[in-house]
């Protein structure tokens, strides 16, 4: 009885012609039982947890319903093998929705198809799905003349997909499906571009897909330190080429495959990598894990993770530089302590790359090491130094040191870098 009462209060909340914003909490088996009035001016609608069924006759009986959001969209696979009583049927004269929002932990292409032909009217689309094949992202990559036909006022596309369980060195499905969403609707027309991630370590080895944004963090940030990470993404400026940016912690993947965690490429992985990233956690024994991963004729930039210098070797640095023709820049995070060996091994590693390449980025805490780097390296172009995650305070007291020796330097309009150039004064 005060069950029944509860939902009858919320369905007479929901039809009050003052309502216009609704949100559902941990109501999921209530929402069958509320009466959606056709009366009803409710314009915005979020549910944490619906059923397609349930949003079907929730569309149906809600004529001025303009955005609709559920965190957890349960599509039912069996939902076309009911009985035809049992199914909703949405009117074809049903075009008010403009913004729509689904999160499901699978979605059946034939019904999210179903209900957007019928929804025409979008112009915010997000869908956030969970998955183990590339079905779902190759019908999506598809998508352009279902759109055209189906969805022509859309003009924000998001989509958000898990692929779980992925096995790392199957890059090739990666890059055809990427190929798909290079033609000039995804790219020139719609500006829709796509994100590939794959994140692998003891936890997980997942597989997300991802509509980009400006928002999305620069190499090596965009990628998470574990066994293996890499990521790639379509661009404004696509040339039809997939180029790989990895991450990887070479004592970690060497255990890995040791222990048959993962299996050891017979091939190599990437035709084109550009960026790569190295977290040295632990004493190495090898790299020879890396000549696996492409020839390294296009690798551009290299990152270098040092915790602690005891676990790098600089020989490490002459490989790379050897196999890497066309290497211009070496990135360096650092976070051991203040003592002369840190210092020494600073020294050491500036003698090293001197002359090789013709920029260098650091990343530390330790102002003195700044100062440090920028005595020590030679016949570089520039030095950026970009904020640590740890860092406290600006750049003040760096700047000014910059200022007293006089010397040019330019400060990133969102203050995360400082790039200084070499035997190059103000003045």
């Known amino acids: 009885m005060k069950e029944r009462t509860t939902i009858d209060l919320l369905s007479s909340v929901i039809n009050q012609s003052s309502i216009s914003e609704l949100y559902l909490y941990g109501i999921f088996n209530k929402i069958y039982q509320i009466s959606w009035s056709n009366e009803s001016k409710l ?7 619906c059923t397609h069924q349930q949003f079907c006759r ?6 001025n319903l303009r955005s609709f959001s559920s965190n957890y969209y349960d599509m039912d696979e069996n939902y076309y093998d009911m009985d035809e009583d049992r199914q909703i049927h949405l009117s074809i004269s049903f075009h008010q929705l403009t913004s729509l929002t689904l999160r499901s932990s699978h979605v059946i292409i034939n019904q999210l198809e179903y209900l957007l032909s019928l929804t025409r009217s979008l112009t915010y689309l997000h869908i956030m799905n969970y998955t183990r094949t590339f079905t779902f992202l190759r019908h999506l990559s598809q998508w352009e003349k279902f759109i055209c036909q189906n969805l022509a006022l859309l003009k924000y596309f998001k989509f958000n997909v898990h692929m779980q369980n992925y096995i790392y060195e199957n890059v090739q499905d990666i890059e055809q499906i990427l190929k798909a969403f290079r033609t000039s609707f995804w790219i020139e027309h719609k500006q829709w571009y796509v994100t590939c991630k794959y994140i692998g370590n003891e936890a997980r080895s997942d597989l997300i897909w991802y509509t980009s944004t400006d928002f999305d963090l620069e190499f090596p940030d965009n990628l998470l330190s574990g066994t293996l990470s890499y990521i790639t993404s379509t661009t404004k ?20 495959i040791s222990s048959h965690k993962l299996n050891y490429p017979t091939d190599r992985i990437f035709n084109n990598m550009t960026q790569l990233a190295l977290d040295f956690t632990l004493p190495i024994n090898s790299c020879h894990f890396l000549s696996s991963l492409t020839d390294f004729s296009q690798l551009t930039i290299i990152w270098l993770f040092i915790t602690n210098h005891h676990y790098f070797e ?20 650092y976070d051991d302590d203040d003592d002369d060996d840190s210092r020494s091994f600073i020294k050491n590693l500036c003698s090293t790359i001197s002359g090789s390449i013709e920029n260098l980025k650091v990343r530390t805490t330790n102002i003195e090491y700044m100062q440090l780097y920028l005595q020590c390296v030679q016949y570089l172009s520039t030095v950026t130094f970009i904020r640590h ?12 040191w910059l200022i007293t020796e006089e010397r040019k330097f330019l400060l990133s309009n969102d203050h995360q870098s400082v790039q200084v150039f070499i035997n190059e004064c103000f003045g």
């Open 58 to 63: 929730i569309l149906d009986r809600l004529p």
């Open 237 to 256: 400026n696509d040339k039809m080429n997939t180029t790989w940016c990895v991450r990887l912690d070479l004592s970690e993947i060497t255990d890995a």
């Open 314 to 333: 600089l020989n490490i640095i002459n490989m790379l530089l050897n196999i890497a023709c066309n290497l211009r820049t070496i990135g360096i995070s």
């Open 43 to 49: 314009e915005t609608l979020y549910i944490d947890h």
């Open 389 to 400: 995650r740890n860092s406290k305070d600006s750049w003040k007291e760096f700047i000014q």
